[in-house]
């Protein structure tokens, strides 16, 4: 059977048709596939950037609170007694009566009753403590676990409750004297202060 040329042509004509519909319809299938991959490749950013904003919210969050969490531990931590309730605390805690008015007059020297008075780095690069003014370099630690003389954290000091801080202030009372602090050497040597109506 004698094929003629025509119909080799018709042919050609009609695989290459088929050919460039084969063609067309794996480039739409590749068009599709690329827009699908675009399309969870930004749905991905999207995830991501709302996992970023996510980590950011809640780590600004978290961030509010603890400052909150701070600000509320010093405002209820932190105290400034008057004379008359100086004077009651410090016979809560033991003090004999008969010092009771240098005792008063050595914290107004030293904190001006304030239970949260921290000093300025001394000479020597040690700080004062507390109501007291109690010094980090031999007396209380800066470290994570108590320790020095009284065995206690120098932010145990700072607190509005005193009795560590009495127990450690009655400790330098009894081997050095109310000549242990500079307030009392400076300003209490001469008039003390009258707690006869506390």
Not at 49 to 58: F, M, T
Not at 130 to 143: A, P, R, V
Request: charged share 35%; with cysteine.
């Amino acid at each position: 059977m004698k094929i003629s040329t025509k119909e080799i042509v018709k042919v050609h004509l009609r695989d290459r048709e088929i050919d460039d519909e084969d063609e067309d319809t794996a480039a739409q299938e590749r068009s599709e596939k690329k827009g699908i991959v675009r399309e969870h490749a930004e749905q991905r950013s999207i995830s991501h950037s709302d996992n970023r904003n996510s980590r950011r919210y809640i780590k600004m969050k978290l961030a509010l609170v603890l400052l909150l969490a701070a600000v509320a531990i010093f405002d209820t931590e932190a105290k400034t007694f008057t004379r008359c309730d100086l004077v009651r605390e410090l016979r809560n805690q033991g003090f004999p009566e008969d010092d009771l008015r240098n005792w008063v007059c050595l914290v107004e020297s030293e904190s001006s009753r304030s239970t949260s008075a921290v000093s300025k780095k001394n000479k020597n690069g040690s700080r004062d403590y507390g109501l007291f003014q109690i010094n980090d370099k031999y007396w209380c630690s800066t470290k994570k676990n108590p320790g020095k003389d009284c065995n206690v954290l120098c932010s145990q000091l700072i607190t509005d409750d005193i009795t560590k801080a009495s127990t450690c202030a009655k400790k330098i009372f009894k081997r050095h004297g109310f000549d242990a602090w500079y307030g009392w050497k400076s300003h209490c040597q001469g008039t003390l202060p009258d707690i006869k109506s506390c």
